[in-house]
């Protein structure tokens, strides 16, 4: 009789700080579907215990409290770079077959199966966004490391064709990364009756990434709540504090889904955004949207959104004051951004991975790994 093979195993890292957290436990489930054991190696603080087994009950994957400090919160190099050792001596304590990084910088460590790195973000896109002259010295032993682990990770991944530019811009890399687009599961059922006669953001609204301060000179213009949530004071001690947003704090997914199920207005003016997974979730509600007219924005919503300078908040509150008060055309741009977002739905994510797994796993899942390598993505 043959042999029954077990599955091959994945350690993928994860946070729970972010968009990303959702994105991990979605892709989990979905590579799980396909025949993959999951483990979370969850670094960062970590959310309760309830809702641990939560995550865990949802994914079908094993989650793993690390404590690790993110590279973004470290306070110095060894502090990296002593994360991915720890990563690496966890996959091989695991018996893990691939690791799947959230962080490029991670990849540094002398890993024994094959790596991929995924780019979510990073310090010196978001530099080039935001700042001028060169990266500070805090940002820039991070980019270092970053810039490292993208030369060293078997294949490296981006969400967006604009976004993986930027990175092989940022970091002198020969090759761009793959696209393999971020994706969310749709809610079976948009809202019902008529849609909210308000505004909605969702984000890290200490980042300055996010664009806070015109959201809430926005919101000063426009005669209409507009609802902010996320956040408003980081890990780093940056903070925001407006004057005409109604913040509601950081919220669960349910409550979120709640928010978004009203189906009001969206809007984002972010400066720097690599996807946009609150973007995403606010389309599959059904939701219209109103999109800073930045690169990854344009590439994945040009003709399902109404896009304004992030500099124009006089611009973005009369797009927004319109919609209010024009149904059809409302109803028109929530239904293209619904059907738009379907394309980037969980079960294309999972499958855009799983090609990428197997072609490094390959059929008979042998593999050295002797580290320094050029890597793929080099």
Known sequence: MPVRR????????????????????????????????????????????????????????????????????????????????????????????????????????????PVVAVCHSCVATWWAALGSGPLPDDLAWRADLAARGCRTADRLLAPTRAFAEATRAAYGLAHAPEVVRNGRRLPDVPGVGEPASHAFTAGRLWDRAKNATALDRLAGRLGAPVYAAGPAEGPNGECFGGKHLRLLGRLDAARMERELAQRPVFVSLARYEPFGLAVLEAAGAGCALVLSDIPGFSELWEGAALFVSPDDDAAAAEAVRNLLADSERRASLADAARERAARYGTEAMADGVLAVVRGLLGETRSYTHVRPLSGAAA
């Open 6 to 113: 077990a599955p091959a195993h994945i350690l993928m890292t994860a946070d729970a700080l972010g968009g990303v957290w959702q994105y991990s436990l979605e892709l989990a489930e979905g590579l799980g579907r396909r025949g993959l054991s999951v483990t979370v190696a969850l670094m960062g603080p970590a959310p309760s215990d309830a809702a641990l087994a939560q995550a865990e009950a949802a994914s079908g994957a094993r989650i793993r409290p690390t404590g690790l400090p993110l590279d973004w919160t470290a306070g110095r190099p060894e502090d990296v770079t002593g994360a991915a050792a720890a990563i690496a001596r966890l996959a091989r304590a695991e018996g893990a077959d691939l690791v799947h990084l959230h962080s490029p910088a991670l990849a540094m460590a002398a890993f024994d199966v």
